[in-house]
């Protein structure tokens, strides 16, 4: 098959978040299973600045922009470790900025204009490079104008005919929702404003234009695919995901491990495998003690925390526990992350009160977040949603315990040591559902208890989780076999 994939943002080229993890990781695992795939992406800035080499193609786009034509060029590189293709959509104005998608003033106001210019750029390379795709493979609400072009615009066009389209969903918070003025910005006729086709609360969305006309769609969980498509986590799609439920499918993301494998990575003081994790994990985590200047004691339950500080990932309920804990009991902490202002504030003050029990980093830091999910005993995720989460699958390739919250894609990967996953010998983890600080502070009790009184059991989720195969190869697998669904569907439908 051949696959082009459309995407804001790719490692290592540019990243804000785990859709650039997933593009740059999902295309190199496709290539040796047969099949050819190019990458879409804008030159964000930084770019370049990546170590791999990437060259001008001669090729000039002009992009229709409401009334005018906006040039702009392609350069070509590759995935690192690969050979497969990567074309960068080069437009100085739109995407030589500081950042991504906004900056200290906040979202860019020509995001729309900025993605319009992207989408249409990658629909006119397939006619100047002359290569046909079998798919596309959107990804998001930056590329959501894609599948839409195709259908309203491109559909009559011989050289774009057959051409099948995917829409995967990273996070449906997000979705490029915009001014209705600024439909007039895509080009696209007003007769597709409307509550069918790209209107949503009173706005032009270019994730819901994107999900009514792909083919398909998919997110990155089966349990997350799911959860969409009800009101509580719908965010004002379900209705649309539920009529289109027969066309939705979730497919975990994999996680890099060559990036994260505790035999290699240099990241860490000390690597260890599975069969000496016992003794890996102790020399990592009394490491861990001494840079954060944690009282040392190898039996204290050492719990970490790596991520966005955001309301999503459960900080009202991780906070009173916390603070609850660190006044009582003989368990230590880190955090790793930066986010709202009013977390850092309270994570701060908590901090300066139990600085030796309680290690705090504000900052981004890749080797901190190796290091700490080495040397945890138990990493807690007690998300509000998840639409996949890494850090969970790091933690097990790590030999750490997870404690999260079953929703999306933690309910898919972490197996609650209930007595009856102990036997069965599936238990990797702790879970619990009710969006509680009891809740996860009951669900802690039970892992501290495990750890202290049941050192066997422990070792056991420690195992099953560390020799579970977390790499994109399986997820890979299932993403040919969708592809290949929706190609012989769409061709199916054209000849009738
Ligand atoms: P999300 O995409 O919702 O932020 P994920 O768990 O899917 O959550 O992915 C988050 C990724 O970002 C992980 O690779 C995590 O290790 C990394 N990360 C988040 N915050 C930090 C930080 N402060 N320092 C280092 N890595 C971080």
């Known amino acids: 098959m051949k696959i082009l994939l459309a995407s804001s943002e790719v490692v290592p080229f540019s990243k804000t978040g785990g859709l650039a993890d997933v593009c740059g990781a999902l295309p190199v695992t496709l290539g040796p299973l047969g099949h050819e795939v190019i990458v879409f992406t804008p030159s964000h800035r930084g770019c370049y600045d990546k170590g791999v080499v990437i060259e001008p193609t001669g090729i000039n786009l002009q992009i229709p922009i409401a009334d005018r034509i906006v040039a702009g060029t392609l350069a070509k590189t590759h995935l690192p470790g690969s050979n497969v293709t990567v074309y960068l959509v080069e437009q100085a104005d739109y995407f030589d900025r500081p950042g991504l998608y906004g900056d200290q003033n906040g979202e860019f106001k020509d995001n729309c204009e900025r993605f319009t210019f992207f989408c ?17 493979h959107a990804n998001d609400w930056q590329t959501g104008l894609i599948p839409t072009l195709l259908k309203v615009e491109y559909g ?11 829409i995967t969903i990273h996070n449906l918070a997000y979705q490029g929702s915009f001014w209705y003025e600024d439909l007039e910005l895509t080009g696209i006729d007003w007769k597709y404003y409307n509550w069918q086709y790209m209107e949503s609360y009173g706005n032009l969305n270019l994730l819901k234009s994107g999900l009514v006309f792909s083919d398909a769609i998919n997110t990155v969980s089966p349990t997350y695919a799911t959860e969409i498509q009800g009101i509580e986590q719908g965010c004002g799609l379900d209705g649309l995901l539920l009529e289109r439920r027969n066309d939705l499918s979730g497919i975990l993301n994999g996680i890099d491990v060559v990036e994260w494998n505790p035999e290699t990575d240099s990241h860490l003081p000390f690597n260890f495998s599975a069969d000496t994790v016992i003794e890996g994990k102790r020399n990592c985590k009394t490491d861990l003690q ?8 190898e039996r204290t339950p050492l719990i970490g925390i790596v991520g966005r500080l955001a309301a999503q990932k459960g900080w009202s309920l991780i906070l ?12 230590q902490w880190i955090v790793l992350g930066t986010g709202d202002a009013e977390y850092h504030r309270v994570l701060e003050s908590l901090h300066r009160s139990y600085p030796d029990k309680f290690g705090l980093n504000l900052g981004f830091s890749n080797q901190q977040a190796h290091r700490i999910e080495a040397g945890a005993d138990m990493f807690v995720m007690p998300s509000q949603y998840e639409p996949c989460g ?8 790590y030999g750490t315990i997870p404690v999260v919250r079953q929703t999306g894609g933690l309910a898919d990967t972490v197996v609650d040591a209930t007595p009856a996953a102990i ?7 702790f879970s619990f559902t009710d969006f509680t600080p ?4 009951s669900t802690l009790s039970r892992a501290i208890d495990m750890y202290h009184t049941r ?42």
Do not use: C
Request: aromatic residues 10%.
């Open 156 to 166: 009559d066009n011989p050289l774009y005919e057959n051409i099948s389209s995917l």
């Open 120 to 136: 249409r750029a990658v629909l006119e390379s397939i006619r100047l490079l002359e290569w046909k795709p079998d798919l596309i």
């Open 320 to 331: 009173p526990v916390m603070r609850k804990w660190l006044a009582s009991l003989d368990v």
């Open 423 to 429: 036997e069965n010998r599936t238990a990797n983890g």
């Open 438 to 441: 009891a809740a996860l502070e």
């Open 290 to 297: 001494r840079q954060f200047k944690l009282y040392e004691n």
């Open 455 to 496: 050192g066997d059991v422990w070792q056991q989720l420690v195992q099953t989780g560390m020799r579970r195969d977390w790499s994109w190869t399986a997820s890979a697998r299932q993403y040919v076999d969708l592809y290949q669904r929706i190609i012989t569907r769409t061709r199916q439908a054209h000849q009738a």
């Open 390 to 397: 890494l850090n969970q699958m790091y933690s097990m390739a």
